[in-house]
């Protein structure tokens, strides 16, 4: 099955042909046909159309402003007036003059092409409906290598200057007819400019005749030093004085630059400068996919960057953690020693003497104790302070831990506005013809879909680190932060019965045992340990789990972009090995 797809491909795309130019073009044009290449049909035909250009004679442009006399210099070669002339504007289209034994006028319609008499052609008959072109065929022998091309003039309407130009892409040479009293004018510079350079022109200017020959001189200096860089001649002729076979029209100008053109010479050459610009705007097309994709790779590549730039101060923030905690304690602890109440108790002991057998003495003692409930109310229901100072704690954290996550969301934000931004701008372009959509889809399916194939992976990592902070912090809010009540509570209760313990050990041996009072730093050591101090210090200083959190969450973020990078780049060598094969098709017109 594979060996007969290869023969048929082989049979199709590698045909051989003739050893020469018209070999070349024909083995261009089907080596671009490959469908590997995704080519447009419009891209194909125009290479088939300079093949067919190259087999046709040489097209020579006669250009000029209306009523320059470009139908009178044509009229002088074919002895014979078989083109119009006039005051006005009569070349309303292009009329080209060709080679044939017998004299013929084809007009070409829409929809069809018929036969006119000679006088059809001398009739100023601007509004003929769908009139298209005409054809004029006559024996002379200047025709056999050269298809003369009388032009609608410029600046005799917008619509005939307009098809004049889109002309121009047609010719292999062009003659520039001026008139003696307007040559050398600002806007027929303009005109001249928007020539083609690289084919060979002449500058004929007519009406030689109205000047006197210093006046000639005058004006063909000053032509010279004006328009020598776009002509490689430039004459002045006269139309009327060779209608009057007058020696001094120097009309020979005109027959002797027609003589001159060397077909074979100049079809290679403007055919290769044609092929050179379909080349560079197939290779534009591909660099230009490449830099917007390249352009795709930064963005994501500056996001990984900086990401990893921002600076986010943990050693503070677990700084400020701690010290919050650390001050919470202490502050509870402060009231703790402030709610001490001496208290006065006794207790009996028996007496030793014979003469007090089975008598006991009362032994009165005073000590220091909390009352739980009593403290608790003192300390968070009937000072307000208190809670004022933890609140302010719990919203200096909770900003300093939000303005760490909006620190790494911001440039999330940013990339996915550059991207969408970048997205906007890739599927809004303007297309050019010259490649299939499949040429352009190979960059555009990733740009249509940048959401859900790069934006997606970015935003889910995202919220899966802002979900691991979350989760740290609401476990410091919970334990810690909003359990201060419970662990004033717990130490309450702890000093309270160990108090009562001591008292009990006391009153069974007072010499031995002795009643126990909290230290300042024994109570706020308690407060501590029931506030889970220790537990996030070891977890946010010891095991650092904020900076763990972070560099998983940079090796998540590097691992995506390298998948990311991967794809495009797998893309921009696909549209490289194109580009390759279309530059190794053209090598024969490099």
């Given amino acids: 099955?594979?060996?007969?797809?290869?023969?048929?491909?082989?049979?199709?795309?590698?045909?051989?042909?003739?050893?020469?130019?018209?070999?070349?073009?024909?083995?261009?044009?089907?080596?671009?046909?490959?469908?590997?290449?995704?080519?447009?049909?419009?891209?194909?035909?125009?290479?088939?159309?300079?093949?067919?250009?190259?087999?046709?004679?040489?097209?020579?442009?006669?250009?000029?402003?209306?009523?320059?006399?470009?139908?009178?210099?044509?009229?002088?070669?074919?002895?014979?007036?078989i083109l119009a002339t006039g005051a006005r504007p009569v070349s309303v289209v292009a009329t080209y003059i060709n080679y044939a034994k017998n004299d013929l006028v084809l007009a070409e319609f829409e929809n069809k092409i018929c036969e006119l008499d000679s006088s059809f052609v001398n009739d100023q008959n601007e509004d003929i409906v769908g009139l298209k072109s005409i054809s004029v065929y006559t024996n002379n022998e200047i025709l056999k290598n050269v298809t003369l091309i009388d032009t609608p003039g410029l600046?005799?309407?917008?619509?005939?200057?307009?098809?004049?130009?889109?002309?121009?892409?047609?010719?292999?040479?062009?003659?520039?007819?001026?008139?003696?009293?307007?040559?050398?004018?600002?806007?027929?510079?303009?005109?001249?400019?928007?020539?083609?350079?690289?084919?060979?022109?002449?500058?004929?200017?007519?009406?030689?005749?109205?000047?006197?020959?210093?006046?000639?001189?005058?004006?063909?200096?000053?032509?010279?030093?004006?328009?020598?860089?776009?002509?490689?001649?430039?004459?002045?002729?006269?139309?009327?004085?060779?209608?009057?076979?007058?020696?001094?029209?120097?009309?020979?100008?005109?027959?002797?630059?027609?003589?001159?053109?060397?077909?074979?010479?100049?079809?290679?050459?403007?055919?290769?400068?044609?092929?050179?610009?379909?080349?560079?705007?197939?290779?534009?097309?591909?660099?230009?996919?490449?830099?917007?994709?390249?352009?795709?790779?930064?963005?994501?590549?500056?996001?990984?960057?900086?990401?990893?730039?921002?600076?986010?101060?943990?050693?503070?923030?677990?700084k400020n953690i701690l010290n919050a905690?650390?001050?919470?304690?202490?502050?509870?602890?402060?009231?703790?020693?402030?709610?001490?109440?001496?208290?006065?108790?006794?207790?009996?002991?028996?007496?030793?003497?014979?003469?007090?057998?089975?008598?006991?003495?009362?032994?009165?003692?005073?000590?220091?104790t909390l009352l739980p409930d009593d403290t608790f109310l003192n300390i968070f229901y009937n000072k307000d302070l208190i809670n004022k100072q933890f609140l302010k704690i719990k919203k200096e954290l909770n900003e300093e831990f939000l303005n760490i996550i909006f620190n790494f969301k911001q440039p999330l934000e940013n990339i996915i506005l550059e991207l969408n931004i970048l997205k906007t701008k890739e599927i809004n372009k303007n297309y050019k013809d010259l490649v299939k959509a499949e040429f352009y889809a190979i960059s555009d399916d990733l740009f249509k879909a940048l959401n859900e194939l790069i934006i997606n992976d970015y935003e889910k990592a995202f919220y899966k680190y802002e979900l691991s902070l979350n989760q740290l912090f609401e476990k410091i809010n919970i334990?810690?932060?909003?359990?201060?009540?419970?662990?004033?509570?717990?130490?309450?209760?702890?000093?309270?019965?160990?108090?009562?313990?001591?008292?009990?050990?006391?009153?069974?041996?007072?010499?031995?045992?002795?009643?126990?009072?909290?230290?300042?730093?024994?109570?706020?050591?308690?407060?501590?340990?029931?506030?889970?101090?220790?537990?996030f210090e070891e977890l946010l200083i010891n095991k650092k789990q904020i900076y763990k959190l972070e560099k998983e969450y940079l090796k998540e973020l590097e691992g995506i972009l390298n998948k990311h990078i991967k794809s495009i780049e797998n893309r921009q060598n696909k549209i490289q090995n194109i580009a390759e094969k279309i530059l190794n098709c053209f090598v024969k017109f490099l």
């Fill in 325 to 368: 905690l650390s001050s919470m304690a202490k502050t509870i602890a402060n009231e703790f020693v402030n709610n001490f109440k001496e208290k006065t108790a006794f207790f009996y002991t028996k007496k030793d003497s014979f003469l007090h057998k089975d008598c006991f003495s009362k032994n009165e003692y005073s000590y220091k």
């Fill in 1 to 81: 099955m594979i060996k007969e797809v290869l023969n048929e491909y082989k049979e199709k795309y590698n045909l051989s042909f003739e050893n020469n130019f018209l070999g070349d073009l024909k083995r261009l044009a089907l080596s671009l046909s490959n469908p590997n290449l995704m080519l447009s049909k419009k891209c194909i035909d125009l290479i088939y159309k300079e093949q067919f250009h190259y087999e046709k004679p040489l097209q020579v442009g006669v250009i000029g402003q209306f009523s320059s006399g470009k139908s009178s210099l044509l009229n002088l070669l074919f002895k014979k007036d």
């Fill in 155 to 318: 600046n005799a309407n917008n619509k005939d200057e307009e098809f004049t130009k889109e002309l121009f892409s047609s010719f292999d040479a062009l003659i520039w007819l001026c008139l003696a009293e307007s040559a050398g004018k600002l806007s027929e510079e303009k005109a001249i400019k928007s020539l083609k350079s690289h084919i060979k022109k002449i500058c004929l200017i007519n009406q030689k005749d109205k000047l006197n020959q210093d006046e000639q001189d005058r004006l063909k200096s000053y032509m010279q030093n004006v328009f020598s860089k776009y002509f490689e001649k430039i004459e002045l002729i006269s139309c009327k004085q060779a209608s009057e076979n007058n020696a001094n029209s120097n009309i020979n100008a005109f027959y002797d630059f027609l003589l001159s053109l060397n077909k074979e010479e100049i079809k290679r050459k403007n055919i290769t400068y044609n092929l050179s610009i379909i080349k560079d705007e197939l290779l534009s097309i591909s660099n230009n996919i490449n830099n917007s994709l390249d352009e795709l790779k930064n963005k994501i590549k500056s996001y990984l960057e900086n990401s990893k730039n921002i600076n986010a101060n943990y050693e503070e923030f677990n």
């Fill in 479 to 535: 334990k810690a932060l909003n359990n201060y009540e419970n662990a004033t509570k717990l130490a309450l209760s702890f000093f309270y019965e160990k108090i009562n313990a001591s008292r009990e050990f006391y009153e069974l041996n007072s010499k031995e045992f002795k009643l126990y009072l909290p230290s300042d730093n024994e109570i706020y050591q308690r407060l501590l340990n029931d506030c889970s101090f220790y537990e």
